[in-house]
């Protein structure tokens, strides 16, 4: 008992915490306990170690602590990656041998075809260019997608390279390059997730996911076969473990027993459980540690289908959320775009150096309605400011909901998107709202 609850503990602390600190600050979960953690765990504890530090060495613990997590988070080093790439050989090293035996034919194979497809998709997540935006990429990035006028207007650049940015691309701090459709940055696999390698990172969660769930499940059933040839009233599943036989029962004692239905009682189950995991400590500990932490793993995975079915990346929804809170005060206004919205886009682009118009066609089935921008005092814009696109009235938008995601063509088709490069979608005969596989107007997040 004592071995299993120390090792679950530990191993539950390590799963929730990685699922706080990775997920704490998505907008998808504000106002709930994990993004209180969050701000517990990462602001409110390290400021009150700073405050400590402070007092007793005047800070100079602290400095050297941010001058390392500083490394740790905003520099590009493999360390996560070989910490995943540790776990990943240590674990199959400890409990592939203990378990082979056990495996029949079918499993051998599962084992080894889902031990060895991690390793492949690790490696091309981390060695494929993420679709970084260079003066030579620039066109290809700006044929990808149309601006939104909402998140990505023509003519912007980016504030470190001076690059033009091609809509939904975004900066990354930490390999310092411009990267198209940027996900996010991702420290498990030392790269950024974008437009040239978002589905080898898709297909790592899901080979992963799928290694730890069935590793977990296969490696439990060999340990509680192996207590159920000591104890042969236990069962894996405790309602059908039976009472009154030690180590010594007989199969007639099994059967008065299952005869008797005297459930085990829940700490005896676990006592015997534990001494499953005592004898088979390698193979028992991985096997938790699979179990444990697959629900984390289907959860980024889930995380990431969910980004996919609102066709949003990580980085779009958390400045839709932004957009959100200004819109809840009222700041947000809108107006149609006007038909002659192509100069503005060209200009950007023949500014750019990049003068073959056709090219800069997009192969996008849509392109934005309307424009969006933001009051800095509430009050619309004036109706003829030429600064800004669109024609007409402006109008308050006051709900998310009321706003189109240019780039949501449904679930599939945003698959199409991520998984075939440069798919050409179908965008002929049909005006652009007929186009789409749905409803235009979509719940971006809450
Ligand atoms: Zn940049
Ligand atoms: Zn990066």
Redesign the pocket.
């Known amino acids: 008992m004592g071995v299993l609850a120390k090792i679950a503990g530990i191993v539950l602390a390590i799963s929730l915490m990685t699922f706080i600190i990775f997920f704490g600050r998505l907008p998808i979960f504000r106002r709930t306990p994990i993004a209180w953690l969050y701000s517990f765990f990462v602001v409110r504890v390290p400021s009150a170690v700073l405050a400590v530090d402070k007092r007793l060495t005047g800070g100079r613990c602290s400095t050297s602590l941010r001058r390392f997590g500083s490394f740790m988070m905003n520099d590009k080093h493999p360390t996560v990656v070989i910490f995943f790439l540790v776990l990943l050989v240590g674990s199959e090293y400890m409990a592939v041998p203990s378990a082979w035996p056990f495996l029949s034919g079918m499993q051998r194979f599962s084992v080894v075809t889902l031990c060895t497809l991690p390793y492949v998709f690790l490696y091309l997540a981390t060695y494929s260019d993420p679709g970084t935006v260079s003066t030579g990429s620039l066109k290809y990035h700006m044929s990808l997608y149309p601006y939104d006028y909402a998140l990505f207007h023509p003519g912007a650049r980016c504030y470190t390279c001076r690059m033009l940015k091609p809509p939904r691309s975004k900066h990354?701090p930490?390999?310092k390059r411009c990267?198209g459709r940027l996900d996010h940055?991702c420290i498990f696999i030392n790269?950024?997730v974008g437009v040239g390698n978002h589905h080898w990172f898709l297909l790592l969660l899901l080979s992963t996911a799928l290694l730890t769930t069935y590793g977990g499940l296969t490696g439990i059933q060999i340990l509680g076969g192996r207590v159920v040839e000591r104890y042969p009233t236990w069962s894996l599943l405790p309602w059908r473990a039976y009472e009154g036989v030690g180590s010594n029962s007989t199969l007639a004692g099994t059967l008065l027993a299952a005869a008797a239905s005297r459930r085990m009682k829940f700490d005896t189950w676990l006592m015997y459980l534990s001494w499953g995991m005592k004898n088979f400590v390698h193979l028992g500990s991985v096997s938790l540690l699979g179990i444990l932490i697959s629900p984390l793993v289907w959860g980024l995975l889930a995380f990431n289908l969910w980004n996919i079915w609102t066709g949003q990346t990580t980085n779009e929804s958390l400045k839709w959320s932004d957009w959100k809170y200004d819109m809840d005060d009222g700041l947000v206004y809108r107006r149609r775009m006007s038909h002659e919205r192509r100069p503005a886009v060209m200009a950007a682009i023949s500014e750019a150096g990049v003068t073959d118009i056709l090219a800069c066609s997009t192969r996008w089935p849509a392109e934005a309605e309307y424009v969006l921008v933001r009051s800095e005092d509430g009050n619309p814009p004036a109706r003829d400011r030429q600064d800004l696109p669109g024609v007409g009235e402006w109008e308050r938008v006051w709900k998310l909901r009321d706003v189109e995601n240019l780039y949501d063509l449904g679930f599939l088709n945003n698959l199409r998107d991520i998984f075939i490069p440069n798919y050409q979608f179908n965008t002929t005969g049909l005006p652009p709202a007929e186009r789409r596989g749905r409803p235009r107007r979509r719940v971006l997040g809450k």
Request: glycine content about 0%; hydrophobic content about 30%; aromatic content about 0%.
């Open positions: 990354c930490i390999c990267i940055h790269n950024c």
